[in-house]
């Protein structure tokens, strides 16, 4: 079993890391969060007083932070995790930032003999709960594959984008055809509805037919359609809306840099930028339906 530290104990990196412990892995967490590193101490790790403490003598750092100022300042300023770190160690970065940050911190891990994987994921909180997640990786095959059967423990599906930034890139296409299809299915539950048609009924036609996709199979945005999904908890969990609004942003960013036209992501940018400056930042990305419907969330 491994010896791991992992930094970040949110809603998706706190599950994250009790699979580890589950597997049997040794576990040293640091967080920012008193309360989240005593939580995860409960459950068998050993917490750690920084972050440069915890991957004193870690064979595997895993990180999952929210943002690409963080990540670089975990690794490359005052997290001192680069100058901590053994000779060796594997380094994984399991955040969704910009490739470019990604790659910045690559650079400075590979400088330094470290090898360094973007690894962001899909599968949302209850992904990262049931051990599900997607993992979308960039950077060298070798160490992708000394990291697989850690990465196999929090999740189902592995895939190699590509070279360092490409994990990143590869997760912002993902949310970007994410916040597209939430949307237009918001609009055409929102069309029927207006029209006094079963929504219930619209969703199963539109799920049997050539408008099918993952949000009417398995998240749908109308209360009481669909078992267990934020809808069902007055949009409460589940994907934030601010964080599909960052990833928007990050597509739209990587967009203008290639020159490359997304008039739909640049809309659905736009919206969730809407959507959570009326207040509704914390709230799953699937209340966006009621940002539609005139902002109410009654």
């Known amino acids: ?56 003598h870690a064979a595997v750092v895993i990180s999952m932070l929210p943002a690409g100022k963080q990540v670089r300042d975990l690794y490359l300023g005052t997290g001192r995790v680069l100058a901590s770190v053994s000779t060796g160690t594997l380094l994984i970065d399991c955040s969704t ?103 219930a009924i619209i969703s199963e036609i539109m799920r049997s037919s050539s408008g099918n996709n993952w949000v009417l199979q398995a998240y749908n945005p109308l209360p009481g359609l669909m078992e267990n999904t934020p809808a069902t908890r007055g949009y409460e969990g589940g994907f934030l809306s601010h964080l599909m609004a960052k990833d928007l942003a990050l597509a739209m960013n990587a967009a203008l840099a290639s020159g490359t036209s997304t008039p739909l992501g640049s809309v659905a940018s736009s919206l969730y930028a809407m959507h959570c400056a009326n207040g509704n930042d914390r709230r799953d990305f699937s209340s966006i339906i009621q940002f539609l419907q005139g902002g109410r969330l009654d």
């Open 1 to 56: 079993m491994a010896k791991i530290a992992f930094i970040g104990l949110g809603n998706m990196g706190a599950p994250m890391a009790v699979n580890l412990l589950k597997a049997g892995h040794g576990l040293v967490a640091f967080d920012l969060v008193p309360e989240a590193m005593q939580q995860l101490a409960d459950k068998g790790a050993t917490p750690a007083r920084s972050a440069a403490q915890a991957v004193a």
């Open 97 to 199: 930032i910009a490739a470019e940050d990604a790659r910045a911190v690559a650079a400075a891990a590979n400088s330094r003999g470290l090898a360094f994987l973007d690894a962001p994921v899909s599968g949302g909180i209850a992904g990262a709960q049931a051990g599900t997640l997607t993992f979308i990786v960039g950077g060298e095959a070798q160490p992708l594959e000394a990291a697989r059967p850690i990465l196999e423990v929090m999740g189902r599906n592995v895939f190699h984008a590509g070279g360092h930034g490409a994990g990143q890139l590869g997760k912002i296409c993902n949310n970007m055809l994410l916040g597209i299809l939430m949307l237009g299915t918001c609009e055409a539950l929102n069309l029927a509805v207006a029209h006094e048609l079963n929504p």
